[in-house]
């Protein structure tokens, strides 16, 4: 059962995020097969099997590194930039890697303890829904022009920094904006302080 309300735009994403679950589970042997949902057209079904089936194939690739994830987690310090050269030595000097890696198909990357490093993917995001996300962006092209920092200090803003972002191929301006209500309130206690919506969106 769907726990989102039909009307909502994220129902739909639901639907189709546990239709993907459920098309994984089946191709890696581990769930039943599935009806399709009514409530998903033909374009957004096709999107949806064909993520699942890179998934599948991702997971039947997987690639070790000898690698400790977690020590170099620790290693981290808060707000790592990437962008502080000697920082970036000291720790490919303390982590170096011990071969090149060229990953040419879907495939999962583990550490030497089988922890998921990262997932690649390439050409998961079906091309009708590509499209879509494209037209979607053009119209956000004036909060993301005015979203980008300029500033020659990157301490308090590096992350909508303007060395962080490459122009388009595709005309599209290149940004930064959140779409999460009440994200920054989150991280505060109650009574005095209560979750809200910003902006009606």
């Not at 599935?34 to 194939?57: N, T, W, Y």
């Not at 707000?79 to 720790?91: D, V, Y």
Request: aromatic content about 8%.
């Amino acid at each position: 059962m769907n726990p989102i309300p039909a009307d909502w735009v994220l129902s739909t994403t639901n639907i189709a995020s546990e239709y993907v679950s459920h098309q994984f589970s089946v191709l890696i042997g581990v769930g039943p097969k599935v009806l399709p949902p009514i409530e998903l057209d033909v374009v957004l079904l096709m999107a949806c099997s064909k993520l699942a089936r890179m998934l599948a194939e991702a997971y039947h690739n997987p690639v070790t590194i000898n690698f400790d994830i977690t020590r170099y987690s620790e290693a981290l310090q808060t707000m790592e930039t990437g962008l502080k050269s000697g920082r970036e030595e000291l720790l490919l000097a303390q982590f170096p890697p011990d071969h090149q890696i060229i990953l040419e198909r879907p495939a999962v990357v583990l550490d030497k303890f089988g922890i998921i490093v990262l997932w690649y993917l390439p050409g998961a995001i079906d091309a009708a829904i590509q499209n879509d996300m494209m037209v979607a962006t053009v119209m956000m092209s004036g909060p993301l022009g005015t979203s980008i920092t300029r500033s020659a200090v990157k301490d308090n803003k590096w992350r909508t920094h303007e060395s962080n972002f490459q122009s388009s191929d595709h005309g599209l301006t290149p940004g930064c904006i959140n779409l999460s209500p009440a994200w920054f309130l989150q991280g505060h206690p109650a009574p005095k302080f209560h979750p809200e919506i910003s902006v009606t969106l």
